[in-house]
């Protein structure tokens, strides 16, 4: 499973940085599931999205809410809109 990131408007460029940076932390997080639930890495893309992340679970909705939440907190600064698309469907040598 992956949760695919369309970035819309500038900055594109920090934007990314800080999803990578995102990324990064999720492993460290120790409030939630997102520790044990998605896989501690993120990756820029080339086509329809810019940005996913990898799950090495089926999120839940809970789930899906905490990243939104960590997203929306680390976009806040910068202010660019997203959207994101969680999929079954997956090329990532993650997938479950």
Known sequence: MESKIKIYGPPLDKAI???????????TISNGNLASGIIP????????????????KKPDEKLLRELICK?????????????????EISESPYRS
């Open 17 to 27: 940085t800080k999803l990578l940076e995102l990324a990064e932390k999720l492993p």
């Open 41 to 56: 890495s993120g990756e820029t893309t080339m086509g329809d999205f810019d940005f996913v992340f990898h799950w090495s």
């Open 71 to 87: 997203i929306d907190e680390t976009l806040e600064d910068i202010n660019c809109r997203y959207t994101i698309t969680t999929t």
